[in-house]
T-cell receptor, first 109, second 119 residues
């Protein structure tokens, strides 16, 4: 079993839709939870990070962490074609990042 | 956020040759840098942790004699793929840790990646 599981998709939604991306994990020692966006042939860029359980909102993005269920989510409201990318969840332990496989998202105009 | 650059952005080489990839932190000093490898439609897999002035720490299954890492200054780490073979073709990404942000979970900044194709 991988430490971090993420559905690779692809996920296709119409413009304006609410997108829900999820990851599960097995290691309860993970402390920080990140979401990265990666455009094709580019390095990942940090979208959001959270510590412990709870919600965090930044514009159209909301990150949720449920440590009791070992489940994290990223919601994108009013999705735009420019949101089309691969979204990777990542978890931090001892300074190292463990990434999920990434979900490929396509937002159709 | 801080800026990390990589050079070259892509490289094609013949089998058996060695290729060097540079990773630079442009506006901060990075005592620690990380090297990742990403195959198509796969996740980023950590290869090694590079600490300035000391030997790199390699992840299990990564050949340290094949992937030579040097972190000679606080702003530069290099990855050399020695005697490259077609199976080494991949997207290599570095990240640099900003020590000023250590402990807050968002201190790693990623470079744009280097696409290596070995013929």
């Amino acid at each position: 079993q991988k430490e971090v599981e993420q559905d690779p998709g692809p996920l296709s939604v119409p413009e304006g839709a609410i997108v829900s991306l999820n990851c599960t994990y097995s290691n309860s020692a993970f402390q920080y939870f990140m979401w990265y966006r990666q455009y094709s042939r580019k390095g990942p860029e940090l979208l959001m990070y959270t510590y412990s359980s709870g919600n965090k909102e930044d514009g159209r993005f909301t990150a949720q962490v449920d440590k009791s269920s070992k489940y994290i989510s990223l919601f994108i409201r009013d999705s735009q074609p420019s949101d089309s990318a691969t979204y990777l969840c990542a978890m931090s332990q001892g300074g190292k990042l463990i990434f999920g496989q990434g979900t490929e998202l396509s937002v159709k105009p | 956020g801080a800026v990390v650059s990589q050079h070259p952005s892509w490289v094609i080489c013949k089998s058996g040759t060695s290729v060097k990839i540079e990773c630079r932190s442009l506006d901060f000093q990075a005592t620690t840098m990380f090297w990742y490898r990403q195959f198509p439609k796969q996740s980023l897999m950590l290869m090694a942790t590079s600490n300035e002035g000391s030997k790199a720490t390699y992840e299990q299954g990564v050949e340290k004699d094949k992937f030579l890492i040097n972190h000679a200054s606080l702003t530069l780490s290099t990855l050399t793929v020695t005697s490259a073979h077609p199976e080494d073709s991949s997207f290599y990404i570095c990240s640099a840790r900003d020590p000023g942000l250590a402990g807050v979970g968002n201190e790693q900044f990623f470079g744009p990646g280097t696409r290596l194709t070995v013929l």
